[in-house]
């Protein structure tokens, strides 16, 4: 699906890397640049170098940092060399851009657990094979060693007090009640460095993050500027909303990360299909690999029947691949499936994998079936016995897809794969019940 740059089909002169630059602004992915027409030149005359920072905060990242992992994988898809940097020093201090109030500070132990989890996360979407591999960094290696002295004198005589001042991300802070400590104030010196490394040992010519990060990108290039004489290049994005203005990546059961054990490949699948339709097409533009041309046939065909929701389905199918592997795309398609039209007795096992690991289950005896109306109480499908009987004669309830009847036996019909019986009441409310004799 992703497909790859540098596989001995493709030369860099093949990529035409002006209408590169051209794709990134039509998909919406550029908030700011250093100078564009010396941005585009730069990219037009080869590879380059280009990181994005990932401050391990927790022990997982979510979609809200996703933007910059597929970042990275476009320009890797498109002949560059990639370097996702894990924060192991900066996260020890935390960045005050876009926040109102200081971050809690994590411990060593909880950094490099939390910089182990991401580096994995980020290994899974990047390339780190092939001719053009991705290199994984972490600022800790050159930062935690580096003696105070030799930070003050070699890198912060470099960077002015008003500079620091002028940046965004420091005057929101300094206007606000909770005020700036020096802890924070320091964040920008140290990004900044990260960029002067990785441009010193890597050739690293390009920093990317969010519109919030311009000050620090800003400041990292003029420390390139000032020590080593050369040219360096930011790229922002904007922040992401939803077309009601609210924050993108937020649920009403919090955040949607993309570790699997927080976030189910089925919940993350079920984020990007409940896309609303006034939003998908940004987010095609900004997540998915599929070419320009690709996205408006899918929205064409999208608009053609947006009852069908081909655009969301195509989306949800795409992000749950990319970060879970296409097994898990496969068996939460499936597993949605069962929960929401096609017939369960159909279902594999990997997806009845998938609805077991979603729904509340019960284990029931085979005399406990006698008392159908009581069993759909105990599975939360009634109020009350009264209550499923009405249903019952309003063929309200299913089991395996089978309408229920008021003399129906559960034990009496086939288990589905897992030994699983589906009971569902009307579209949406689906428990599980497993039958022991």
């Given at each position: 699906m992703?497909?790859?740059?540098g ?12 209408d ?10 550029i908030?700011d ?5 010396q ?9 380059i170098?280009?990181?994005?920072g990932f ?8 979609v ?8 990275l994988?476009?320009?890797?898809k ?13 996260g020890?201090?935390g ?12 411990t060593?132990?909880e950094?490099?657990?939390?910089v182990r989890?991401?580096?994995q996360?980020?290994?899974g979407?990047?390339d780190f094979s092939?001719s ?6 972490n600022n ?5 060693q ?6 003050l004198?070699?890198i912060g ?13 420091v ?15 320091s ?6 460095n990260d960029f002067?490394h990785?441009?010193?040992e890597?050739n690293?010519?390009?920093?990317m993050g969010?519109s919030?990060?311009w ?19 930011g790229?922002?994005w ?7 203005g609210?924050?993108?990546?937020k649920?009403?059961a919090?955040a949607?990360w993309l ?8 919940q993350f ?5 409940q896309?609303?339709?006034a939003d998908v ?11 320009l041309d690709?996205?408006d ?5 999208h608009?053609?029947a ?6 969301q389905k ?6 749950t691949?990319?970060?879970h ?6 068996a939460?398609?499936?597993a949605?499936?069962?929960l929401f ?9 990997a997806?009845m994998?998938v609805v077991?690991?979603e729904l509340p289950?019960?284990?029931?005896s085979a005399a406990?079936?006698d ?6 109480v105990e ?6 016995k009264?209550d499923?009987r009405?249903?019952l004669?309003?063929?309200g309830?299913?089991?395996n897809?089978e309408v229920?009847?008021?003399?129906s036996?559960?034990s ?6 897992g030994g699983?019986h ?13 039958i022991?004799s």
């Open positions: 992703f497909g790859d740059v596989s001995g089909a493709e030369s860099w002169h093949d990529i035409r890397c002006m590169f630059t051209a794709e990134l602004e039509a998909r919406g992915l908030h640049t250093t100078d564009r027409t941005f585009a030149a730069r990219l037009n005359s080869g590879p170098g280009v990181y994005v401050d391990p905060t927790a022990d997982s990242l979510h809200g940092h996703l933007l910059g992992q597929v970042g994988r476009r320009f890797q498109n002949g560059h060399r990639v370097f996702p940097l894990a924060g192991g020093a900066t020890m201090v960045d005050p851009s876009g926040r109102s109030e200081e971050r809690n500070l994590l060593r132990d950094l490099e657990h939390n989890s991401i580096s996360q980020l290994e979407i990047l092939g053009n591999p991705a290199t994984m960094v800790a290696d050159w930062t935690v580096m003696p105070l002295l030799d930070f004198r070699d005589k470099h960077v002015s007090v008003p500079q620091m001042l002028g940046k965004d991300s005057k929101s802070r300094l206007s606000a009640e909770s005020g700036l400590s020096f802890t924070e104030f964040y920008m010196l140290l990004q900044a002067r990785l441009h010193a890597h690293v010519e390009l920093q969010g919030d990060q000050g620090n990108i800003t400041a990292g290039i003029d420390l390139i500027r000032r020590t080593a004489g050369a040219a360096a290049f790229l922002t904007p922040l992401l909303t939803k077309s009601d609210t924050k993108f990546g649920t009403a919090g949607v570790d699997p054990e927080r976030t189910s490949p089925y699948r079920q984020f990007w299909l896309t609303d339709d097409r940004d987010r095609l533009l900004r997540f998915s690999l599929r070419t690709e996205i046939a899918l929205l064409q065909q608009d053609a947006p009852h069908e929701r081909e655009a195509a989306l949800a199918y795409e992000m691949a990319m970060v592997g296409d097994p898990a795309a496969v939460a398609d499936a949605a499936a069962v039209g096609s017939d369960p007795r159909d279902a594999d096992a997806a994998g077991a690991g289950l019960t284990e029931v406990e079936c008392d159908l109306p009581a069993l759909l599975c939360g499908l009634a109020k009350s009264g499923a009405r249903t004669e309003q063929r309830f299913r089991c897809g229920l009847e008021l003399d036996n559960v009496e019909m086939a288990a589905l794969k699983f589906l009971m569902q009441k009307g579209r949406t409310s689906h428990h599980l019940l497993r022991f």
